[in-house]
């Protein structure tokens, strides 16, 4: 474990979020509104029937396999792209389709872009024994036709990570499996736990032997050592101890129960498929491809038991006002998911509808930093009456490993990934738009990458408010001193990054969007006010061998987990909130 680092922090006065050379910030036009969204409570002991049947019986007591493999198979790189913050997983869990694992694997294609360190599935077959296939790196490499044939059953979740809590290696690769004296239980955890050094280090007191160092094994000796029954209780009864944010999918040997934190800092979605099969996921992207129709979230709060009598909801514990992760429309869900209630496109685009009123520029053109800005660019465009135009194209088809040349390459890994297209740039005035700036570094090389191809001009446009602290619910994100808009005004990123106009989303005009719904999410990363507050809970130190994202060794990487000082972390940071 790295030393603990000292993060410092330059307490910012409210600065415009409009940065120009030569201008100063027009005034502020009407914001436009989205639906509103419908907020239901959380159900309780409601009952909905389905055709399912299924019994339990001969469970295993397998813990996590300890499988010893070189540190180069768990090699994860970070590339220029990854200048962004990163959610944490994926989940999706089915009951009563034949074909329940292969459904899982389709589903966990659709959510690739939450995870691409690690992916895995458990299955229940007909012996009612949990079986598991996980590996490190995408869906499409851990996954063939004889390792699906391996998990047969009407009953899986399926799990693909990126690591906010644990390093990079295989025993860290949910779902996790564990056996106990009332059977076996499997789990797949989107989110983060911020008491979780708390929780294992009573358990380990109590006996408790950890085989991981995921926060999600934490809840499974949390089931293992509950004294309530029944088994969904005992659920009940392990998630009333945690702190933080996680959507879950637990299988036993005859249930799959989903459940949501009470803040639902993170989405989880049920749908069900034309033969009944009841699914749950992440995004309803995951239901689109596998033909489940979405019917509801699952509210904050909530626990979904699924077994042969049907669907049976009730209240985890009492909720306070839900806390959603603004960030999922922003950055991290597809464009085509409804999260939240709310269509991720549409948002998107009303984000550019946003800058393009609040900060307009005179341009030719505007363009977007595929893919995550391309709707929001759109809706630059459509509002400013500019063409978009593909100004740069992204590469599709970058290895996970390369070999650079000898003699270094400028800002090789944005080239690698994004191509410039003189034809559109040369001699324009250029907008271009992206989702966020985490540490300005990959908006730099973007600008320097622009004008190298021609533009005369390029304004950056940010479809989300400026980011000045890290995030300790599920996404991950640097310490909050290597946030630039935590260390530099908005006319400082400007200068440093070398563009010719500078300008976010303002975090006013983002709340106005979301009209009575405003109060309903998290906004912690833009002000730096945690719904709930952070306990030895580690963030990426990324530093400089992320520089051109392709450099550093997997110690680097897996030995950049720092714990921050929260006591000052935490309070400092929410003064520039302020």
Same mark, same amino acid.
């Given at each position: 474990m790295a ?5 410092s ?7 415009s ?13 009407p914001v436009?509104?989205l ?5 239901k ?6 009952t909905?029937k ?11 007591s397998?813990?996590l ?7 180069d198979?768990?090699s994860s ?5 990854d ?7 994926g ?9 329940a694992?292969r459904l899982?694997?389709?589903a966990?294609?659709?959510l690739?872009h939450r995870?691409q360190?690690?992916?895995?599935? @458990?299955? *229940?077959? /007909?012996? #009612? ?7 490190? &790196?995408?869906?499409?490499? $851990?996954?063939?036709?004889?390792k ?5 059953g009407?009953?899986?979740i399926?799990?693909?990570r990126y690591?906010?809590a644990g ?5 860290n690769?949910?779902?996790?499996v564990?056996g ?5 239980v499997?789990?797949?955890h989107n ?6 050094g ?7 007191d109590?006996g ?6 995921s926060d999600?094994?934490?809840?499974l ?14 659920i009940?009864?392990?998630c009333e ?7 879950? @999918?637990? *299988?036993? /040997?005859? #249930?799959?129960?989903?459940?949501r934190d009470?803040? &639902?800092?993170?989405?989880? $979605? ?6 009944g099969a ?6 309803t992207?995951a239901?689109d491809?596998?033909?489940a129709t ?8 909530e626990?979904l038991v699924v ?11 009492p909720?306070?006002?839900?806390k ?10 597809l464009?085509n ?6 269509s991720v496109?549409?948002?998107r ?6 800058l ?6 005179d341009?030719d053109?505007?363009?977007?930093v ?8 759109l809706g630059?465009?459509?509002k400013a009456?500019?063409?978009f135009q593909q &100004? ?7 290895g996970r490993?390369?070999i650079?040349?000898s ?6 890994g944005v080239?690698l990934k994004l ?6 740039l ?5 907008v271009?738009v ?6 300005g570094?990959?908006?730099?090389k ?12 390029v ?9 000045i ?7 991950d994100?640097p310490?909050s ?7 530099m ?16 989303l ?13 109060p ?6 833009f002000?730096g006010n ?12 990324v ?12 110690a680097?990487?897996?030995g ?9 972390d935490?309070q400092?940071v929410s003064?520039?909130?302020k």
């Open positions: 030393a603990t680092a000292t993060t922090f330059s307490t910012l006065s409210k600065p979020l409009y940065s120009n050379a030569n201008s100063q910030i027009p005034q502020k036009a436009f509104l639906p509103k969204t419908l907020q409570p959380c159900l309780s002991h409601t909905h389905t055709h399912i049947s299924l019994s339990s019986k001969n469970p295993i397998d813990l396999s300890k499988e010893k493999r070189s540190p198979d768990f790189y970070f590339d220029d792209d200048d962004k913050p990163r959610e944490e997983c989940v999706v869990g089915i009951y009563g389709d034949p074909e694992s899982c694997y389709l966990l294609h659709a690739q995870g360190e690690g992916a895995g599935i @458990v299955a *229940v077959n /007909e012996n #009612k024994v949990l079986q598991s296939v996980t590996g490190v &790196g995408l869906v499409s490499e $851990v996954f063939n036709e004889s699906l044939d391996q998990l047969p009407d009953l899986a399926g799990h693909v690591s906010t390093a990079s290696m295989l025993k690769v949910q779902p996790f564990a106990y004296r009332f059977g076996s499997g789990v797949a989110g983060n736990l911020v008491n979780y708390k929780l294992r280090a009573s358990l380990e109590n408790s032997i950890f085989n991981t160092s999600t094994e934490v809840v000796h949390l089931i293992a050592t509950s004294k309530t029954r029944p088994f969904f209780l005992r009940v009864d392990a101890k945690l702190e933080g944010a996680y959507s879950m @999918v637990f *299988v036993t /040997e005859d #249930k799959l129960v989903a459940v009470p803040f &639902g800092f993170r989405p989880l $979605v049920m749908g069900r498929r034309s033969n009841v699914v749950f996921a992440s995004e992207c239901l491809l596998i033909e979405y019917e509801r979230e699952v509210y904050p709060g626990v077994d042969k009598d049907g669907v049976q909801s009730l209240c985890l514990m909720h306070p006002e839900p959603q992760c603004i960030f999922e429309h922003i950055y991290f869900s464009p998911s409804v999260v939240f209630g709310r496109y549409e948002s685009h009303v984000f550019g509808e946003i393009a009123t609040e900060a307009p520029v341009c053109v505007v363009i977007a595929p893919d995550s800005g391309v709707v929001a660019a630059y465009a459509a009456g500019v063409p &100004g740069l194209i992204r590469s599709h088809y970058v490993t390369f650079e040349p003699q270094k390459i400028r800002d090789f080239k191509s410039p297209v003189r034809g559109v040369e001699g324009k005035r250029v271009v992206d989702d966020s700036i985490v540490r570094t990959t908006s730099s973007i600008v320097r990458l622009l004008k190298e191809a021609g533009a005369k001009e304004h950056m446009r940010i479809a989300s408010p400026p980011i602290a890290s995030c300790y619910y599920g996404v994100t310490s001193g290597e946030l630039i808009s935590n260390r005004s908005v006319e400082e990123i400007r200068e440093f990054i070398g563009c010719d106009s500078l300008a976010f303002p975090i006013d005009s983002l709340k106005k969007l979301l009209a009575d719904d405003s309903n999410f998290c906004y912690a990363c002000s945690y719904p709930v507050q952070p306990k030895e809970v580690k963030v990426k130190r530093g400089d061998f992320v520089d051109d994202g392709l450099n550093g060794s997997l680097s990487i897996d950049g987990w720092v714990q921050t000082p929260l006591n000052q935490v400092k003064e520039i909130g």
